[in-house]
C-alpha cells in the first residue's frame, strides 16, 4: 500500500442534512493517496448511516465514533487517528472545491512546508444571512503572502494587514511536525480554533500560503436570529485572551512581534465585550465562577469603548458596502437606534437615500420627524434597504414582520453596528 499523503479529518455531530454534500466535495479524482476519517462525535440523527453507507463504496472513508465530547475532542481523535504525511480539517457542514486537493497537494510538494495556509469562499444558507454575516473579506485574505516564512513573521504581515484569519479548516498541517509540538486542541472550549492557529503560527518555522478559496464554508443558523450567547462562550474568550497574554509574559518578543500579538488580544478583547454585552442576567451572575486573573481582564476589557480593527472592521466595511449599493433605505424602527443611524446616515452624504421611517404601529409614534413615518404595511419599494434598528430583543419579531410583506433586503443593525455607528455620530 502506498503511503498516504493526506489525511481530511472530519467531525461528525447531527450534521445529517450536509453531510453528503461535504463527502461528495472530498472524494475527488487525484494523483495521490488520501483518507478521509470521519470521527462520530456521539450523532444522535441519521449521520452514522450516511457515513456508513460512504464506507461501505469507498475504503479510503474510516469512521471512528466516541461519545459526544465536543469539537476539540474530535479532531483530536482524528489527529490521533490519522496516518498521512499531511492533516487538514473539514467541518462536516462545508466542502472543498473541486480540484481542491490536487492544488493543495501540488503546493505541499512543491514547498514541502510544515504548514500550508490557503483561503475559503462563503456560501449562505439565506439571503438573511448573506445580508447579515459579511464573512466573505474574513475568510478570503486580500493578498498573496509566499512560501515558507517563520509563523511569526507571517503573523505580523495578516496582523498588520488586518487579513488574519483564525479558521484551523484553512490549514494542512505536516501530521509529524503536529506530533512534534505535541500541538492538539484545547477540549472544553468554543472558539477551539482562535487558540491553536495562534500556536500554529507562533510555533511554525516553514509556513507558506496559497492565495486561493480551496474550501467553502457554508454560513448557516439554527434560527432566523443568531442565538444569545451564553457564559461558556466568554469564558472561552477570556481562556484565549490569558493564554496569549501568558505568550508575551514568557517569551522575549521583538518590537514587530509585540504589536503584533498586542493587537491579536484586542481583537479578542472585543469579542469579550461584544458577548458580554448581549449575555442575559442570569448569564452574566455567573461571571463570580471565573477565576481573579479573568474577573480583572473582563473588568479591564468591558470598561473600555475602542472599536478594535480586525473582524470588526471587516464586518463594518461589508455593512457600508451595503448602503452604498442601496439607492432607497427605509429606517424600521423610530426609536433611539432608529434616530442614531438617521443621523448617521445624513452625516455620510446618504440624506437623500433615506425614504422614511417605518414602524409597526404609525399611531404609537410621533410624527415630529425629518422623514416620513410609515407603517410597514405602507411600503411599496420592495427591493428598498430595510435597516431593522430596534434592540435585539424586538429584532426576530420585526424581522418576521418584513419577510410577511415581501421585504426582502434587511440589515439589522446589531450591537456591533450601533457601536459603531455611535462612535461615529
Known sequence: MSEIFLSIIIPVYNTEKYIADCLDSVIQNVDFSYEIICVNDGSSDGSLPILEAYRANHDFIHIVSQDNAGLS????????????????????????????????????????????????????????????????????RKKAYGSNKMGQMLFC??????????????????????????????????????LFTFWCYMLGEKISHIHKGLMIYRIREKSIMQSRPTFKYLDSRLEIYCEVLKYLMEHDCDDRLQRAIEKFTEFVGNNVRLLYDELDNEQKQMIQSLNGMKRIILKNICDTSILMECDTQVYINGFIKFLNSNEHIYIYGAGKVGNMVCEYLEKNDMKNKIKGFIVSNKNSVSQDRKFDVMEISEVEDKSALILLCARKDFQEEMYLETQKYNLKNVIPINYRLENYISSMN
Open 73 to 140: 475532542a474530535a479532531r483530536n481523535t482524528g489527529i490521533i487517528n490519522s496516518n498521512g504525511k499531511y492533516i487538514i480539517f473539514l467541518d462536516s457542514d462545508d466542502m472543498l472545491t473541486a480540484g481542491a486537493l490536487n492544488e493543495l497537494c501540488e503546493k505541499l510538494r512543491t514547498d514541502s512546508p510544515q504548514i500550508l495556509v490557503y483561503d475559503a469562499d462563503c456560501i449562505y444558507e439565506n439571503e438573511y444571512l448573506r445580508k447579515t454575516q459579511f464573512k466573505d473579506e474574513y475568510y478570503r
Open 157 to 194: 504581515e495578516m496582523m498588520e494587514s488586518n487579513d488574519y484569519c483564525d479558521s484551523a479548516c484553512l490549514l494542512a498541517i505536516e501530521r509529524e511536525w503536529l506530533l512534534r509540538t505535541g500541538l492538539l486542541f484545547k477540549t472544553g472550549m468554543i472558539f477551539e480554533d482562535c
